[in-house]
């Protein structure tokens, strides 16, 4: 795998032309839209085919045709929302090298055009956004401790990780119980649903029988020792995801207390930024991209992106070799 500095970067690629380093499969940026298209309307249905199946599965109980109709609806929203960013990439890309750079950077060849398409988030529904945004957050999480192993300034080993999970949890427990009162609970991150929460209610259960009243303290020593179950099976995205749902619900106390104003698209700016991040380290680090992003991809792209990677790969070995 290549790993891309911006100086490399520049050095190989910049004045590349559109079908060298965007769209190897055609010549034209007009043919290269076209067929981004529809390789992203296939892979994006493809992929929400199978998020709200599960989703359904989860639910437990039988949908009637009122609640069908609406997770169809949400399913083609959802449909695209995907095909849309997808799709963007490549118009983007051409757009703003033909328009406004005449060539191509580090900076403007994926961050900044995934940065814009990132507002097709738009096309989902506000509390979709939310939890969209939750488990980008929770990427751009895992994607920073990759980068600094990578560079020898961390070493992760399944006792750190644990021990994270251990410290989120007793933190993320200790607000959901402030949060249970809340008339407008947060929408949480699926892990934090049942069953899962069912060993952390038991231990804050039987905290509160010893000590016989309740208290949002004892959430604390509940969430960090059934934490320790984590260690049966590591994993660093899940150990970041106490964190990333921590601050969400403070992101949404924030909200509602009027400490972040209403008009503000806070959601929606996080999660334009997140994805461009994310998705300039599927190009320029794969490396260290979380695995979850390489896949999304190509699912949704039904390999193009592949494809582009690719061709980058073959540009900066070519000029290494050269």
Not at 23 to 37: G, K, Q, V
Request: aromatic content about 14%.
């Amino acid at each position: 795998m290549v790993e891309a500095s911006k100086l490399w970067f520049e050095a190989a690629c910049s004045t590349c032309k559109c079908h060298e380093l965007i769209h190897p499969w055609t010549y034209r940026c007009s043919d290269a839209t076209r067929t981004m298209l529809i390789s992203c309307i296939k892979g994006s249905y493809k992929f929400y085919a199978m998020v709200y199946l599960i989703q359904i599965l989860m639910r437990g109980k039988k949908l009637g045709k009122k609640e069908m109709l609406e997770q169809f609806k949400l399913y083609l929203k959802s449909g695209v929302f995907g095909l849309t960013v997808g799709s963007s990439f490549v118009t983007l890309n051409c757009i703003f090298r033909k328009l406004f750079f005449s060539e191509f950077s580090y900076y403007n060849t994926v961050l900044l055009p995934c940065t814009v398409s990132g507002l097709a988030v738009y096309c989902e529904p506000p509390y979709r956004r939310v939890m969209v945004l939750n488990l980008f957050v929770n990427l751009v999480f895992e994607y920073w401790v990759r980068t600094l192993e990578m560079k020898g300034w961390l070493r992760r080993s399944p006792g750190k990780e644990t021990l994270v999970f251990m410290l989120g949890s007793a933190l993320f427990f200790y607000l959901m119980r402030l949060d249970r009162d809340n008339n407008k609970r947060t929408p949480l991150f699926w892990f934090f649903t049942p069953p899962r929460v069912s060993k952390e209610v038991a231990s804050s259960v039987l905290t509160m029988s010893a000590h016989g009243k309740d208290s949002a303290m004892y959430a604390i020593p509940a969430g960090f020792l059934s934490g320790l179950a984590f260690r049966a099976s590591p994993s660093l995205p899940i150990s970041l995801a106490p964190v990333t749902s921590s601050l969400q619900i403070l992101g949404s106390w924030g909200y509602q207390k009027g400490m972040i104003p209403e008009n503000w698209p806070l959601v929606e700016i996080l999660y334009c930024l997140c994805q461009g991040l994310l998705f300039h380290a599927r190009v320029m680090h794969e490396d260290v991209c979380p695995r979850y992003i390489i896949n999304l991809m190509h699912t949704v792209t039904s390999s193009k992106a592949d494809e582009i990677q690719s061709a980058f790969i073959k540009k900066m070995l070519k000029y290494a070799s050269g």
